[in-house]
């Protein structure tokens, strides 16, 4: 199974302004709270200004005015800043609401309408349209969307001075304020504080080295637990669709399953690691693991997040822990107020009652 095209597969669905992007999950870094923009003069008007993101300059559009939209609105402190990376680049995009990643079926997929301008077809920013339950989705071009001048071009001046955007200004300069500092426009005192306390967070060199060393973890549901995975060795995500069973294998292995034209085995690893439940309790999901050189699919309920974690901060699997079989268990990770089992499924997925040899 070729990672690359399942990686192309999933999207991160979002709205701005009640309408439905995506953009490949393969570029997406992370999602974070909307900080306080530094403006960028002479910049084109949808750069909306830029972020010292943990000691790199990033610029940020602003996905509305790029499509040729009005602001009609202050910016609010429930928006978010998606953060996308391209090769050595980096790309903050102003969102509404992040729906979250979901898999998008070839079938699924076509090409948006062309445009002509003066008997030319232009390449445009909205390239493919997705037909979901929810109806339709604008895939974005990465190309297009990372096509602005060189950030690289910044004086160390500017670069140094990001974020140190002066207090209100005098009453006779507030129209002024409005041109030169767009994004404080039509806040209030407390939402521009908070704007700027979250600027100011973001450009702690000693968050960036905490994530240098960071290790992803997916979060998922599985029976009623909470347990962590980690990304390095996860695919992707998938639902349960098609399975079909496999003869003489015992009951752990569900069947397989047709992934982008490729055969998946899905295990139910849920008796493998003591974690109890009914026959009746079917999940509809798959985790996609590498093993070695082929990839199997573990049956999940649902994946609720992805967090870092510093190494230091997982701790060992207590004495107490009887519910799950400790033997795959590789740590505990603490998740908003719970603590979940960082569970080892490689090793796991490698008993030899679990194997099924198929192409990669």
Do not use: W
């Not at 009887?322 to 990770?333: E, N, Q």
């Amino acid at each position: 199974m070729n990672t690359q095209s399942m990686l192309a597969s999933f999207y991160l669905i979002f709205k701005v302004k009640e309408m439905q992007f995506g953009v490949t999950a393969a570029i997406v870094q992370e999602i974070v709270r909307l900080p306080e923009l530094s403006p960028l003069e002479e910049a084109p008007v949808y750069i909306q200004g830029l972020v010292n993101l943990r000691g790199k300059v990033m610029p940020v559009l602003d996905l509305n005015l790029r499509l040729g939209g009005q602001r009609t609105h202050p910016y609010r402190l429930t928006d978010a800043l998606l953060i996308l990376r391209r090769k050595d680049k980096l790309l903050g995009i102003i969102i509404n609401e992040a729906l979250g990643m979901v898999e998008l079926p070839p079938d699924s997929v076509e090409p948006a309408p062309g445009f002509e301008e003066e008997g030319v077809t232009k390449p445009h920013l909205l390239n493919m349209v997705a037909k979901t339950n929810d109806g339709l989705t604008m895939l974005l071009d990465q190309a297009q969307l990372f096509r602005f001048a060189p950030i690289e071009a910044l004086s160390p001046e500017l670069i140094e001075g990001l974020g140190t955007i002066e207090d209100e200004p005098p009453e006779d300069e507030a129209q002024e304020a409005v041109k030169r500092y767009p994004f404080f426009h039509g806040m209030t005192a407390e939402e521009k504080q908070a704007f700027r306390e979250r600027s100011q967070q973001l450009q702690k060199n000693l968050v960036s080295e905490d994530l240098q060393n960071a290790i992803p973890l997916a979060v998922i549901r599985l029976a009623g637990e909470s347990l962590a995975v980690e990304m390095e060795v996860t695919e992707g995500f998938a639902s349960i669709t098609g399975l079909t069973p496999i003869p003489c294998c015992p009951p752990h292995i569900m069947g397989s399953m047709n992934l982008r034209g490729d055969s998946l085995t899905v295990v139910d690893v849920r008796e493998l690691l003591n974690i109890p439940h009914t026959k009746h309790e079917t999940p509809e999901n798959i985790i996609i693991i590498r093993c070695s050189n082929y990839f199997l699919g573990v049956a999940i309920d649902e994946v609720v997040d992805v967090i870092h974690v510093r190494p230091e901060s997982i701790n060992k699997v207590p004495d107490t822990i009887d519910v799950l079989d400790r033997s795959y268990l590789k740590g505990m990770a603490t998740y908003k107020k719970e603590m979940l089992a960082l569970v080892d499924l490689p090793t796991l997925l490698a008993k030899p009652e679990l194997t099924v040899h198929e192409e990669p």
